[in-house]
């Protein structure tokens, strides 16, 4: 059941210049007519401006640079634009670099949660979604009846997936000590435009384009749930909008694939020989399975994933191909220059004063 239609006027996306973020506040900038957005994001590796090139001069739109670990900035942001509602996506990701570095997954993925719930509570915001993963259920043995379910207890197997869950923990905390409108979204792999290529499926297309070997992890029999981010996107404006405060929503795309499998069909569809296939080491602690039940979010805010995993893939594919430029700057490192080159396009008084 819902709770109503909410209608947010004043909308905070962190991380907004990332892989889902950006494409997140592109979906609320074209659903929500009266909206405006305002993008937090510190600019870190993964974070890309281009990714937003085209919404960059809707004056709905405005971006900030700043880190959610800055408390203070975090609060000043939250006052002076008067929010109303928060989509929080900004974190650090990728689970190879929290094995080597956990630190800093736990300072931003916790502190920087604890510091925007701080701010959302100080500034009345009506809704707060956390957005979280389903690494923090664990790992799932073969049975195909066995799934993640929102009652499923949290059981982390990497720093990243812990510090997600710690992350959780303290949103549900804000709700029952607070009162703070609070609702927890957990997905599913996703996939498509503008994703930073040390993910998996960037990462392959773009070295299968340059006919250079395919690193899979292990046998390639690890499982993962596919979810287009478009999808994803769509769910996660349903849950801001129509999500019952203090729910767990799951969502995923109802696309069970190996490792092997998704690479190999990527393989077919860029008419390239599997021969690139190279197995390598397999990552410490890697999750066999995961999977979602997302019945819940189907059956109460009717939100379903449109997207047929090939269909997406080979849009997904299209899109790499014909962005080779954006590809390219990212591996190089220019993408880094386009902040300073773009607001020096616009004179000193068009940057952001929290750069």
């Not at 860029?270 to 997302?294: C, K, N, Q, W």
């Amino acid at each position: 059941m819902t709770a109503g239609a909410f209608h947010p006027r004043r909308l905070l996306v962190t991380g907004g210049a990332g892989f889902i973020g950006s494409n997140f506040v592109r979906h609320a900038l074209h659903t929500g007519a009266d909206l405006r957005v305002v993008n937090l994001d510190a600019l870190t590796y993964a974070g890309n401006l281009e990714n937003l090139r085209d919404v960059e001069g809707d004056p709905r739109f405005r971006f900030v640079q700043g880190d959610i670990r800055d408390a203070s900035m975090v609060a000043r942001v939250m006052r002076e634009h008067e929010i109303d509602a928060v989509v929080h996506l900004a974190a650090e990701s990728h689970v190879d670099r929290s094995i080597t570095g956990p630190a800093v997954f736990i300072e931003t993925n916790v502190g920087g949660t604890l510091n925007l719930l701080d701010a959302a509570r100080e500034s009345g915001v009506a809704r707060f979604v956390q957005v979280s993963t389903d690494e923090v259920y664990g790992s799932l043995g073969p049975d195909p009846a066995e799934k993640f379910r929102e009652t499923t207890p949290l059981d982390p197997h990497s720093p990243y997936s812990a510090s997600k869950a710690a992350a959780d923990h303290l949103v549900s905390a804000f709700r029952h000590t607070y009162g703070l409108h609070t609702m927890i979204t957990r997905c599913s792999n996703n996939y498509g435009p503008y994703q930073f290529p040390e993910k998996m499926l960037p990462l392959m297309i773009n070295n299968a384009r340059q006919d250079r070997p395919l690193p899979v992890y292990g046998d390639g029999l690890n499982v993962r749930d596919w979810l287009h981010v478009s999808d994803h996107c769509a769910a996660l404006w349903s849950v801001l909008t129509q999500g019952r405060p203090g729910e767990i929503y799951n969502i995923g795309g109802n696309n069970e694939r190996t490792n092997l499998e998704v690479v190999r069909l990527l393989l077919k569809l860029m008419a390239r020989p599997e021969s690139l296939i190279t197995f390598v080491a397999d990552r410490p602690g890697h999750d066999r399975r995961y999977a979602i039940d997302a019945s819940k979010i189907e059956r109460d805010l009717g939100w379903r994933p449109r997207i047929p995993f090939e269909r997406g893939l080979a849009e997904t594919v299209a899109w790499y191909e014909t962005h080779r430029d954006w590809l390219e700057r990212i591996v190089s490192g220019d993408y880094r220059r386009y902040y300073d080159e773009m607001y020096a396009r616009r004179g000193p008084a068009a940057a952001p004063t929290n750069r």
